[in-house]
């Protein structure tokens, strides 16, 4: 039973020696933290705090003048006031005046139509009379004419200042929204944002050149 029992012990033992050795367990190095140097002129524009998590972007400092913002807000108020602004009243008040003019004197012509066609109608019209009031339909015919075309006129004049207020309108919005688009482009050049996602470890200033601040944010990674 000896010799049975140290048998098989010795295969079970050339058994594990034909077995691979085990794979050692990954080596875990500890992340380094990243370092961002920054220049500033005012410990404000600092927009982190330690301890502060971060995503990759998110925004460290604004070296933004305060008077850009202001400027950008106003820009974006005129384009605001363009867009809601409505065309000048003055573009149609001649025309609601040519066309109260128009439909008094048709107005007029009508009833002055209407009277000759009676007296046409008449079996023995007086003739004098009758010529006075062709006469005056005739007149008024022609100031309804006029009238008319005075009205037209108005309609093409009021249409074309419409259509050049629209035209400046457009310009003007252009021009101030290339005036935005510059204002941000020089805003972002002045936003220093987290290059790495991580947690703020530390903020340092280091040291400062007149009116310089040299600062340095250290970021341990995640």
């Known amino acids: 039973m ?9 295969k ?5 020696a034909q077995l691979p050795p ?10 380094r933290p990243y370092k961002v140097t920054l220049t500033l002129t005012d410990p404000n524009q600092l927009q982190v705090q330690v301890g502060q998590s971060l995503s990759v972007g998110s925004i460290l400092a604004k ?20 867009d809601s602004r409505d065309p000048p009243d003055d573009f149609f ?5 040519r066309e109260l003019e128009y439909q008094r004197l048709r107005q007029e012509y009508e009833t002055q139509y209407n009277l000759v066609t009676r007296l046409t109608a008449l079996p023995d019209p007086p003739p004098s009379l009758q010529r006075q009031e062709l006469n005056t339909l005739h007149s ?7 009238a008319h075309e005075r009205l037209a006129q108005a309609h093409r004049e009021a249409t074309r200042q419409q259509r050049n207020d629209q035209l400046t309108t457009e310009q003007q919005k252009a021009d101030l929204t290339h005036q935005v688009q510059l204002l941000e482009h020089e805003i972002a050049l002045t936003t220093i944002r987290s290059p790495v996602a991580g947690t703020v470890s530390r903020i340092q200033f280091t040291s400062q050149t007149n009116q310089t601040l040299h600062v340095e944010i250290q970021i341990t990674p995640r």
């Open 140 to 146: 008024l015919y022609s100031r309804l004419q006029l």
């Open 63 to 82: 070296r933004t003048d305060p008077t850009l913002e202001l400027k950008r807000a106003q820009l974006l108020a005129r384009l605001e006031s363009l």
């Open 93 to 97: 008040r001649t025309v609601r005046l």
């Open 12 to 16: 079970i033992i050339m058994l594990f």
């Open 22 to 31: 085990p794979t050692p367990p990954p080596e875990v190095r500890p992340q």
């Open 2 to 10: 000896g010799l049975e029992k140290w048998a098989t012990t010795k």
